[in-house]
T-cell receptor, first 107, second 118 residues
Framework: KNEVEQSPQNLTAQEGEFITINCSYS?????LHWLQQHPGGGIVSLFM???GKKKHGRLIATINIQEKHSSLHITASHPRDSAVYIC?????????FGTGTRLQVFP | GAGVSQTPSNKVTEKGKYVELRCDPI?????LYWYRQSLGQGPEFLIY????????DSGLPNDRFFAVRPEGSVSTLKIQRTERGDSAVYLC????????????????FGPGTRLTVL
């Protein structure tokens, strides 16, 4: 069993839909990261959180430390949101990554 | 300002050859990380440096892999006797060290080097 699991693996949506991507982890952590990776591109950090909720534009990330679970929400999705979204955790000083959720948003 | 850069962006080599991959971190970032990402998978940790020293190299798959950071800035990942299974995107990231430790710091990723071993 992977230490970081994401669901769903693949997600398609129509423009404007509300999207949720889930991440569960099985280790104690100091922080959880949500990252975005475009095809053929590098990785961009979206959020780093250790408790509660963070919001940036149309993106919202929440974490429940007791349940070892985090969610990434995208409101009013747009085709430019199409990318792979990766959850990663810091149990120590290195990141352990999930396998990612591939999101495609169609106009 | 300049982000993390990696060279080359693509490297094609033959089985058994030696390759070097370079990472230039963000100026002033004391932590540097190497990851490997195979097709359709999330990145896997290889090694991380705190300054010039390798603080954790537990992710290196075997002794064909080695990395250095002699002056605490640029790092080179070296792979000897390459195998087809080494084909992947090699990612480098850097971060500052905050007062609460490394785990609280945002990592900034480079664009990666795509290594193909024929």
């Amino acid at each position: 069993k992977n230490e970081v699991e994401q669901s769903p693996q693949n997600l398609t949506a129509q423009e404007g839909e509300f999207i949720t991507i889930n991440c569960s982890y099985s280790v104690g952590i100091s922080a959880l990261h949500w990252l975005q990776q475009h095809p053929g591109g590098g990785i961009v950090s979206l959020f780093m959180l250790s408790s509660g909720k963070k919001k940036h534009g149309r993106l919202i990330a929440t974490i429940n430390i007791q349940e070892k679970h985090s969610s990434l929400h995208i409101t009013a999705s747009h085709p430019r949101d199409s990318a792979v979204y990766i959850c990663a955790v810091n149990p120590t000083d290195k990141l352990i990554f999930g396998t990612g959720t591939r999101l495609q948003v169609f106009p | 300002g300049a982000g993390v850069s990696q060279t080359p962006s693509n490297k094609v080599t033959e089985k058994g050859k030696y390759v070097e991959l370079r990472c230039d971190p963000i100026s002033g970032h004391t932590a540097l990380y190497w990851y490997r990402q195979s097709l359709g998978q999330g990145p896997e940790f290889l090694i991380y440096f705190q300054g010039t020293g390798a603080a954790d190299d537990s992710g290196l798959p075997n002794d064909r892999f080695f990395a250095v950071r002699p002056e605490g800035s640029v790092s080179t990942l070296k792979i000897q006797r390459t195998e087809r299974g080494d084909s992947a995107v090699y990612l480098c990231a850097s971060s500052l060290k905050g007062p609460q430790g490394w785990g609280y710091n945002e990592q900034f990723f480079g664009p990666g080097t795509r290594l193909t071993v024929l």
